[in-house]
């Protein structure tokens, strides 16, 4: 059974720095595709950052830059790094996994329940 668990949501100024990270068992992140989603208030779910072992990563445009996803083989998890955050970052984070394919098309098989980002301006 795979299970995705997503901490290091909070609240932080604007400018400010967070770190998610997700926790995957069930399954090796070296060899799945581990990308993280976001979904604003009355907002659609979008794509924010991917990133499969030994492979490339993949960014949405708004974020190149200010956010970096990397992952930590012997802890079994995915991170994502966020600098310089903005208002407009603010939203609930998924964390997801595809054992297909990966970026911002792919199709993800799992889902973690998600952690909350609040940027204050």
């Known amino acids: 059974q795979v299970h995705l668990v997503e901490s290091g949501g909070g609240l932080v100024q604007a400018g400010g720095s967070l770190r998610l990270s997700c926790a995957a068992s069930?399954?090796?992140?070296?060899?799945?595709?581990i990308a993280w989603f976001r979904q604003a208030p009355e907002k659609e779910r979008e794509f924010v950052a991917a990133?499969?072992?030994?492979?490339?990563?993949y960014y949405t445009d708004s974020v190149k830059g200010r956010f970096t996803i990397s992952g930590d083989v012997t802890k079994n998890t995915v991170s994502l790094q966020m600098n310089r955050l903005r208002a407009e970052d603010r939203a609930v984070y998924y964390c997801?996994?595809?054992?297909?394919?990966?970026?911002?098309?792919?199709?993800?098989?799992?889902w973690g329940q998600g952690t909350q980002v609040t940027v204050s301006s």
């Open positions: 997801a996994t595809s054992m297909t394919s990966c970026g911002p098309d792919a199709n993800y098989d799992y």
């Open positions: 069930g399954l090796t992140v070296r060899r799945y595709c």
């Open positions: 990133i499969r072992w030994g492979s490339l990563s």
